[in-house]
């Protein structure tokens, strides 16, 4: 499923912004649970399904396994 930017969800919006700004204040993404904590979440399992569904639309673009490896895309 090819999800354009515009069509996420008001938590995957969330997220990016979250990750947006960990990225400007410290040069690299936050891991799965540093974004969990971020945006409220108990558990790990969900954040890593939004940012799996952020990297097939395209919004998200990881350079490594982990996610604090990320970058934004388009």
């Known amino acids: 499923m090819n999800r354009r930017p ?3 969800t008001e938590r995957e919006k969330e997220i990016l912004r979250r990750i947006r ?3 400007e204040e410290r040069g690299e993404g ?15 399992a969900s954040v890593a399904c939004h940012l799996a569904n ?3 639309s395209g919004a998200l673009i990881r ?3 982990g996610w604090n490896t990320c970058r934004l895309g388009r």
């Open 6 to 8: 515009e069509h996420l």
């Open 21 to 23: 700004r960990w990225i």
């Open 30 to 44: 936050p891991s799965v649970r540093q974004l969990a904590h971020a945006v409220g979440l108990r558990g790990t």
């Open 54 to 56: 952020l990297e097939r």
């Open 63 to 65: 350079g490594g396994r």
